[in-house]
């Protein structure tokens, strides 16, 4: 099965600067996607950026941006320019791209921004 | 376009009473999922359906807790009797249901469930 492990229960940044979220996985299968996921206090899970093992570059949305290691099973999420709005508690996730299956999260790590 | 919907949003119940949860997806979606997330901890998958039926409920408790989609669209998840362990957030997410790692989900702003 597989598992996604956080181990950053938490992490603060001030406004402006850039911080890293790390996120590591085990897996068997070698076709899958990995996700970022921001739930703030609200609830709602909203995507940050995903990113689709076969592709080598690391995918980019604005402010935010990944480190795709495959060989490590290592993705972590750089948010650039960091804005309160940020603030919320983030998830990693797993999905295989072997049939409609579900998404596997990590525990998350809550972020905090300071201004 | 509306999002996926959720009611109600927060629910306090004693031990052993029953509850319901509903969900209404994103128009148009075929694929349904029900996650539970435990305070601390990352959602976890209880049930899926594909239109109105089960694709995976192998982490359902099944000896309280039971879901049904009715005509491929709403979905209920009730639990019955509750116990305090069930005091979570239970999330709903919709997806269009392609057979591929880039469907993506969209999710409802969950039901904050309180067991006393």
């Known amino acids: 099965a597989q598992t996604v492990t956080q181990s950053q229960p938490e992490m603060s940044v001030q406004e402006a600067e850039t911080v890293t979220l790390s996120c590591t996985y085990d897996?068997?299968?070698?076709?899958?996607?990995l996700f970022w996921y921001k739930q703030p206090p609200s609830r709602q899970m909203i995507l940050v950026i995903r990113q689709e093992a076969y592709k080598q570059q690391n995918a980019t949305e604005n402010r935010f941006s990944v480190n795709f290691q495959k060989a490590a099973k290592s993705f972590s999420l750089k948010i650039s320019d960091s804005q309160l709005g940020d603030a919320a508690m983030y998830f990693c996730?797993?999905?295989?791209?072997?049939?409609?299956?579900?998404?596997?999260f990590g525990k998350g790590t809550r972020l905090s921004v300071i201004a | 376009e509306a999002g996926v919907a959720q009611s109600p949003r927060y629910k306090i119940i004693e031990k052993r009473q029953s509850v319901a949860f509903w969900c209404n997806p994103i128009s148009g979606h075929a694929t349904l999922y029900w996650y539970q997330q435990i305070l601390g901890q990352g959602p976890k998958l209880l049930i899926q359906?594909?239109?109105?039926?089960?694709?995976?409920d192998s982490q359902l408790p099944k000896d309280r807790f039971s879901a049904e989609r009715l005509k491929g669209v709403d979905s209920t998840l009730k639990i019955q009797p509750a116990k305090l362990e069930d005091s979570a957030v239970y999330l709903c997410?919709?997806?269009?249901?392609?057979?591929?790692?880039?469907?993506?989900?969209?999710f409802g702003p969950g039901t904050r469930l309180t067991v006393l």
């Open positions: 897996t068997s299968e070698s076709d899958y996607y």
């Open positions: 996730a797993y999905r295989s791209n072997s049939g409609n299956t579900p998404l596997v």
């Open positions: 359906f594909q239109n109105n039926g089960v694709v995976d």
């Open positions: 997410a919709s997806s269009l249901g392609a057979n591929r790692g880039t469907d993506t989900q969209y």
